[in-house]
């Protein structure tokens, strides 16, 4: 696990400065506390920083293969490293380290740019060939190593974090007003989008080839989840092949030279993660727990039953308001705004961890492969409903309510009736979309700024979750949620939180539930196993009911959620009114604070239920203190700082 960055300059004569590297590397030093590695050519560099996990003495990297004209540089783990390396060397290529990074260079002097389908693991990398002058850029199926990349007219820049990139003296820092519209709609920029208008994400599962003559080159996807139930199997069958596939899963990720341990929140999918795990390893696994004073969001006292189940070497950490009041780490790590607000107890419990260890399993993934949220249920729910609805009915009095409707969140549940009738007017793809929307029209019409709305010029954020969602079978409403979540939420809100957080202190986390073998397994698991009769997780909870200390399997999910609700009408007003509601604040070149100080009065007055909404607007309006230059949004270049929920996983 690391930090690599780059440049590719359009003009081969023109040198990447050392200067320049070594400030991109230095920007993100916390992804590698352990070294430094830089290489140079005409009018191409890059930079590494190491976290040494596999062969600690000779995996430095930048690594080339035995001449040096394929140099490269990985961000992450391969899985499979040995038996990929068992095949080079039958076909005669010689290993100088044990590193399962060599394996690249090896496998691309074979294979090319598809020596990606070759791999499993976790990665995002770099790779340089001399003789071509081309640069071949990576990220992992699932996207669990980020990669973004700036272009221009005049060079490439790539970096693992945007800091890495903003370290580059040229780059041009212009807000894109469709990511803070994403943002404020679901909570996170997603797709291949970021806050900044000419960086770009490198997709999951995609390869980026260009040379200083195709900068501007798109990249090419290499693998696709598909949702597709096999109804051969019997339910014994499948829950024998998942049970063998979540143990030889887990076997390969304990792969390294330190010790492994693990998150453990109490739910089911981080206390299978440890049960398999304990089964394992001759020592006691170290496990970690988060959890807060107020009960109702704390899973503290099942994680003590897990760990003592298991016999772990168990710690734990209590958050408090006073730990998420200072937003500057949350800023400074994500890079940009990123309002998933169990990010901060993600923060504190990678921190706890790294006390102790460099590398732990987390249970992240369970959801998405086996139909864990409470949302699936409900929204199978509506799924029937629509279907026994004529279109007519839909599209005309069911919607026409849905306009009329109140945002009533004082009412009984069973009277919030908004969003259920919006869905059941929409079709099934837009629906889910509406479901996951932390901020839906009119209400974020009224908070973003005029300039930033008339500049969205009607683009939809939801269309990158409603397009997975129609792609999957039109008969298995189950099947386009977990698409979408799998192409959406899954890499650029959960596994985000955990990169970022985890790297905030050179912590390795490897989340084997989301190995693609295993997904690409669940994802053909009937939709009846999943969710049966209301009961999410059915199969999971199948397999480990008996493993685990009563209770733990059938307790409802809870997720990784923080009373923010609560804390923002008490220990959080004064952040909130001195950092949103301030004149001086450059939040309000994104959002109308008028509009933001109503939300907020309601919400404090409990008369609404903001508190998602209110959060993202606070970590917001703390980005944009630390980034945006005095000029307006879309302005062009600036000289802002280069870089001083929907609760998901299962992470801690």
Avoid at 44 to 49: N, P, T, V
Avoid at 500 to 511: D, F, I, Q, Y
Avoid at 617 to 623: C, D, K, S
Wanted: glycine share 8%.
């Amino acid at each position: 696990m690391c930090g690599i960055a780059g440049v590719l300059y359009r003009d081969v004569a023109r040198p990447v400065a050392p200067g320049v590297l070594e400030a991109m590397g230095r920007a993100i030093a916390h992804r590698g506390p352990d070294g430094e590695g830089f290489f140079r050519a005409d009018g191409f560099g890059m930079a590494h920083r190491r976290l040494a996990i596999i062969d600690l003495d000779g995996g430095a990297q930048p690594m080339g293969n035995e001449d040096g004209s394929v140099q490269v540089v990985l961000n992450g783990e391969i899985y499979n490293f040995q038996e990929v390396r068992q095949g080079l060397e039958a076909r005669g290529h010689r290993f100088r380290t044990r590193s399962d990074t060599e394996v690249l260079v090896h496998l691309y002097e074979d294979e090319g740019e598809e020596l990606v389908s070759r791999l499993r693991g976790m990665f995002a990398f770099a790779l340089w060939d001399a003789r071509k002058r081309r640069l071949l850029l990576a990220r992992d199926r699932v996207g669990l190593k980020p990669l973004y990349v700036y272009r221009d007219a005049e060079k490439l820049v790539f970096g693992s974090e945007l800091k890495a990139i903003l370290a580059h003296p040229e780059i041009d820092r212009a807000i894109d007003p469709a990511a803070v519209d994403e943002y404020l709609a679901l909570g996170m920029i997603g797709g291949d989008r970021s806050i900044f208008r000419r960086v770009r994400k490198l997709p999951a599962a995609h390869v980026l080839s260009v040379t200083a003559d195709s900068l501007d080159r798109g990249p090419r996807r290499f693998w696709q989840f598909r949702v597709q139930a096999d109804p051969a199997r019997s339910l014994a069958a499948w829950c024998e092949a998942v049970d063998a596939k979540i143990t030889e899963t887990v076997r390969a990720h304990r792969i390294a030279d330190v010790p492994v341990g693990a998150f453990l929140s109490g739910g089911l999918d981080s206390s299978a993660m440890v049960a398999v795990q304990s089964g394992l390893d001759d020592e006691p696994v170290r496990t970690f727990s988060i959890g807060f004073r107020e009960a109702a969001f704390s899973e503290l006292p099942q994680a003590r039953a897990v760990a003592r189940r298991f016999g772990t070497l168990h710690r734990e950490q209590v958050v408090t308001p006073e730990a998420v009041q200072s937003l500057e780490d949350l800023v400074h790590y994500y890079d940009e705004p990123f309002a998933d607000a169990s990010a901060v107890p993600t923060l504190l419990v990678s921190r706890l961890a790294r006390q102790e260890v460099k590398v732990v399993l987390s249970g992240d993934g369970g959801d998405e492969a086996f139909g864990g949220y409470r949302r699936y249920a409900h929204d199978l729910g509506e799924a029937w409903l629509r279907r026994r609805l004529p279109r007519w009915l839909r599209r005309g009095p069911v919607a026409a309510a849905a306009r009329w409707w109140p945002k009533a969140d004082w009412l009984p549940r069973l009277l919030r009736a908004k969003t259920l009738l919006a869905n059941l007017a929409s079709e099934p793809a837009q629906a889910y979309a509406n479901t996951l929307a932390l901020c839906r029209l009119p209400l974020r019409h009224e908070l973003l700024a005029e300039d930033v709305w008339a500049a969205l010029d009607g683009r939809d954020p939801s269309r990158w979750i409603a397009e997975p969602y129609g792609a999957a079978p039109a008969d298995d409403p189950l099947a386009g949620m977990i698409a979408a979540d799998v192409a959406t939420l899954l890499p650029d809100d959960f596994l985000t939180k955990v990169d970022r957080a985890s790297m905030s202190c050179g912590l390795e986390v490897r989340p084997p539930l989301v190995d693609h073998e295993l997904l690409e397994l669940a994802a053909t698991i009937p939709s009846q196993y999943k969710v049966r009769r209301g009961q999410t997780k059915w199969l999971m909870k199948r397999l480990f009911r008996d493993r685990l200390p009563e209770g733990i399997a059938d307790r409802a999910k809870q997720g990784f959620e923080m009373p923010i609700d609560r804390w923002l009408r008490g220990p959080l007003r004064d952040v909130f009114e001195s950092t949103v509601l301030s004149p001086t604040s450059r939040v309000a070149e994104l959002v109308n604070q008028q509009a933001v100080r109503r939300v907020y009065r309601a919400h404090v007055a409990k008369v609404g239920r903001h508190g998602n909404v209110l959060w993202s607007l606070l970590v917001l309006a703390r980005w944009a203190d630390t980034y945006l230059p005095p000029s307006r949004v879309d302005g062009g270049a600036s000289s802002a700082p280069a870089a001083a929920s929907r609760s998901g996983g299962d992470v801690g």
